[in-house]
């Protein structure tokens, strides 16, 4: 079955370090998307790809990075961990524009 | 600008009773989407509903209900009987527009408890 899978599940990292999480989708859509879960905020968009080579910011992109060299990855990069990342992160990924989205599990992030 | 609105923070209920979910959205497009997405403690995230802004009709499913209203901007989610099983947090999204960017805008999230 098609799926989409995020690793890790849970890391804690220390400040001002480079921290990559993975998020790899088996249903071959193009579309892909990484956000954040905080407390009293929701869900807000990092970024966003429509396609391999393309990426776009979202509204809370400041100190992270992706790259899309292929259908199936959207890795996320913290360029330097702060403590104001410490959060949930959700890949997300959809076959059509407003079709809606199928997430991954999540990534329980702590920077300390 | 696009906005969702969740007023409701934390419901709790008892077993067995109605509860609705209030979604208020704002957007200037004609054509939009509506979403609903349950997140139980586990964590996970799961699609329940889609619905365009071309159809006003309500939806059931089960337990769950939803009642579209495009003249005062609302989804809002109803469940029927509700159990224990339904605790989660509950989140209202909208996509679409004239830019069709594919980018759902989420509202804050309504934690619904039901107590046996």
């Known amino acids: 079955d098609a799926e989409i899978t995020q690793s890790p599940r849970h890391k804690i990292t220390e400040t001002g370090r480079q921290v990559t999480l993975a998020c790899h989708q088996t249903w071959n859509h193009n579309n892909m998307f990484w956000y954040r879960q905080d407390l009293g905020h929701g869900l807000r968009l990092i970024h966003y790809?429509?396609?391999?080579?393309?990426?776009n910011k979202g509204e809370v992109s400041d100190g992270y990075s992706v790259s899309r060299s292929n259908t199936e990855d959207l890795p996320l990069t913290l360029e330097s961990a702060a403590s104001s990342q410490t959060s949930v992160y959700f890949c997300?990924?959809?076959?059509?524009?407003?079709?809606?989205?199928?997430f991954g599990s999540g990534t329980r992030l702590t920077v300390v | 600008a696009q906005k969702v609105t969740q007023a409701q923070t934390e419901i709790s209920v008892v077993e067995k009773e109605d509860v609705t979910l209030d979604c208020v959205y704002e957007?200037?497009?004609?054509?939009?989407?509506l979403f609903w997405y349950k997140q139980p403690p586990s964590g996970e995230l799961v699609f329940l509903i889609r619905?365009?802004?071309?159809?006003?009709q309500n939806e059931i499913s089960g337990r769950y209900s939803w009642n579209f209203q495009k003249s005062t901007s609302s989804f809002n989610f109803t469940i029927t009987a509700s159990q224990v099983v339904d605790s989660a947090v509950y989140f209202c999204?909208?996509?679409?527009?004239?830019?069709?960017?594919?980018?759902?805008?989420f509202g804050q999230g309504t934690t619904l408890q039901v107590k046996p």
């Open positions: 999204a909208l996509s679409g527009g004239s830019s069709n960017t594919g980018k759902l805008i």
């Open positions: 957007t200037r497009d004609t054509t939009y989407y």
């Open positions: 997300a990924s959809s076959r059509d524009l407003n079709y809606g989205y199928t």
């Open positions: 619905r365009n802004s071309f159809d006003e």
């Open positions: 790809s429509y396609g391999v080579q393309d990426t």
